[in-house]
């Protein structure tokens, strides 16, 4: 069971420049999450999908889109990145909501 | 809104002795969800232990125990016999039973963990 994966795990843009950050589950999952963590921070949520099909913004949207392209598969994507969107990003899966979230390795996004 | 607070932003144990980590949350719900995560150096977020608010026993995984006080939205996690392993950034969050918000996991700002040897 690899649990959850992320790519890239690191990455630098120059402002403007769009990206997709990739993630996928292999537990059979129903709900998946997209996280940033920035230093001093907590990790804040970005967008969510409770079930295949369906996604939700979180608290701190702006600038990113989300795609649930299957079960297995919720990727992120910065249209025109922003040096405010230096962070490292989490993804996460549960079968439900209030269950153990498992979080994938991080990847850390510098945007210059 | 909610919000959870961890006030130490550093603690530091001895190893071997037990040190506890305080956190504090606003909620006007009455059923929710509490987690303790841990996180290493290798930047893996990692569940330590999870209480049912509405569940009046505290939640104790091996060495980690947690103190949930609902009256006073306060949840401490102990850890007993600390080794060196244990020094992360321990993170607290919240997340309400149902509703809007129920899938959101709020987190406080962390307290890292230094373990002596």
């Known amino acids: 069971n690899a649990g959850v994966t992320q790519t890239p795990k690191f990455q630098v843009l120059k402002t403007g420049q769009s990206m997709t950050l990739q993630c996928a589950q292999d537990?059979?999952?129903?709900?998946m999450y997209w996280y940033r963590q920035d230093p001093g921070m907590g990790l804040r949520l970005i967008y969510y999908?409770?079930?295949?099909?369906?996604?939700d913004k979180g608290e701190v949207p702006n600038g990113y889109n989300v795609s649930r392209l299957n079960k297995r598969e919720f990727s992120l994507r910065l249209e025109s990145a922003a040096p405010s969107q230096t962070s490292v990003y989490f993804c996460?899966?549960?079968?439900?909501?209030?269950?153990?979230?498992?979080f994938g390795p991080g990847t850390r996004l510098t945007v210059t | 809104a909610q919000t959870v607070t961890q006030s130490q932003p550093e603690m530091s144990v001895q190893e071997a002795e037990t040190v506890t980590l305080s956190c504090t949350y606003d909620?006007?719900?009455?059923?929710?969800?509490l987690f303790w995560y841990k996180q290493p150096p290798s930047r893996q977020m990692i569940l330590v232990i999870r209480?049912?608010?509405?569940?009046?026993q505290n939640a104790t995984e091996n060495r980690f125990s947690v103190n949930f006080q609902k009256a006073a939205k306060s949840f401490s996690l102990k850890i007993s016999d600390s080794q060196l392993g244990d020094a992360a950034m321990y993170f607290c969050?919240?997340?309400?039973?149902?509703?809007?918000?129920?899938?959101?996991?709020?987190f406080g700002k962390g307290t890292k963990l230094s373990v002596i040897p």
């Open positions: 996460a899966s549960n079968r439900d909501r209030g269950y153990e979230q498992y």
């Open positions: 537990m059979n999952h129903n709900s």
């Open positions: 999908s409770a079930s295949e099909g369906t996604t």
């Open positions: 909620t006007s719900e009455s059923d929710y969800y």
């Open positions: 209480q049912e608010a509405y569940k009046q």
């Open positions: 969050a919240y997340s309400p039973y149902s509703g809007a918000g129920s899938y959101q996991l709020t």
